[in-house]
């Protein structure tokens, strides 16, 4: 197995303490947003024998396995993540399988360059995902039954945000959530930014269910994506708390420190609550006017302490174990590629010892025994 050197994405959103203070570290006052383990060729993690996404290249059987290759490819099929959320993220939905192949092969017959702001579609994978709380998180997911939506709407009493009442309390679930959301991401800017502003008067007035609004609308002043919010699911997770995030499905993270796993994709189509490109058709055909209760997720125990989180997709799996002091090495040999994590505590992975916020790539077959005392993360796949 090999130690990972992670890179620390300085996202603007970035808590400045957030990730210092799981390493053990000094903040250095600027955003630290994201700690990216894998080898998307962004930001490969760098090992031993050089960057993981060549020396995955170099030997792809041997490193991830046969049967991982057979049904993924060449190529690591996860991304995992520390992620740091200082202020809220933009609202954002991401493509299916299909969508994402068809969305991508369009942009390249156009000639859009993979790096034009106006470009939706980096590549042609899906972004399923999943975040574990390491810290209570608060975020945004899926959307509220209408009547539910109505009445948080109609509480705020501005009478710009009546018409949207009316529609959510007239039609049928899916008809109504899709007219309101295409009246606001279509409304006239000027006029948008004045409701948004009553919006926010009131929902500093009244706080309670309303505070998260009135924050969304003090980073993004006169956004419509803060109107947008009200339409969706309020979530705040516990730690080892975990939210699933399907295709289709609008969500925001707001704050907290938590891990990450998605797909190995980079596509998102962003709702509002960002300065950057919202393509309010494409958005429209990609998401799934459905709502429902965001599913709280807890792991789920079995014999030998591993705790997974269930989630219906295959390119990756996500798992904790709690390792008491003095317990014997739990053996966590697989025939699929691992990326192990510490999160609190002492884990000796191998011959290494890992602190919080240490890592390292397990090859397949490779022999893997852990021991804490001290909390650790796997990831690896499905096949």
């Not at 090992?47 to 490193?63: M, S």
């Not at 042609?124 to 539910?148: M, Q, S, V, W, Y």
């Not at 490779?366 to 990831?379: L, M, Q």
């Amino acid at each position: 197995m090999d130690r990972l050197d992670n890179t620390i994405r300085p996202y603007a959103w970035g808590s400045t303490t957030a990730i210092p203070g799981l390493l053990g570290v000094e903040p250095n006052g600027q955003p630290q947003a994201e700690m990216w383990m894998g080898a998307h060729p962004g930001a490969p993690s760098r090992t031993p024998r050089g960057p993981l996404d060549e020396v995955i290249e170099e030997a792809p059987e041997q490193e991830l396995g046969k049967h991982t290759v057979a049904k993924f490819g060449p190529r690591l099929p996860f991304l995992l993540k520390i992620l740091a959320a200082g202020a809220p993220l933009s609202l954002q939905v991401h493509p299916n399988l299909d969508q994402a192949k068809e969305g991508y092969a369009d942009e390249e017959f156009r000639g859009i360059p993979i790096d034009a702001p106006h470009r939706n579609y980096k590549d042609a994978n899906h972004k399923p995902e999943l975040i574990c709380a390491l810290t209570e998180f608060e975020g945004l997911c899926g959307f509220r039954a209408p009547d539910a939506a109505a009445e948080q709407l109609a509480g705020l009493d501005v009478d710009s945000l009546k018409p949207y009442v009316d529609l959510l309390r007239a039609h049928p679930e899916e008809a109504a959530l899709r007219e309101v959301l295409t009246a606001i991401l279509s409304a006239d800017r000027e006029d948008m930014a004045g409701t948004v502003a009553e919006a926010a008067a009131a929902c500093e007035r009244l706080g309670g269910v309303y505070a998260p609004y009135a924050e969304l609308a003090h980073h993004f002043p006169g956004d419509p994506g803060v109107i947008a919010a009200m339409l969706l699911n309020h979530v705040r997770l516990q730690p080892g708390e975990a939210l699933f995030l399907g295709a289709g499905v609008p969500h925001a993270y707001l704050n907290g420190l938590g891990v990450e796993i998605m797909a190995n994709s980079d596509n998102v189509l962003r709702c509002g609550l960002t300065p950057k490109h919202v393509d309010v058709p494409e958005l429209l055909r990609v998401v799934r006017f459905e709502a429902g209760d965001p599913g709280v997720l807890r792991p789920e125990a079995s014999p030998d302490g591993e705790e997974v989180y269930e989630t219906p997709i295959d390119e990756f799996r996500l798992s904790r174990y709690v390792l008491p002091e003095g317990a014997a090495p739990h053996d966590l040999t697989l025939t699929t590629p691992q990326i192990l994590l510490c999160t609190a505590g002492s884990v000796r992975a191998g011959e290494y010892v890992l602190g919080p916020g240490e890592s390292v790539f397990v090859p397949a077959d490779e022999k893997a025994e852990v021991s804490g005392p001290g909390t650790v993360f796997r990831a690896t796949v499905v096949v």
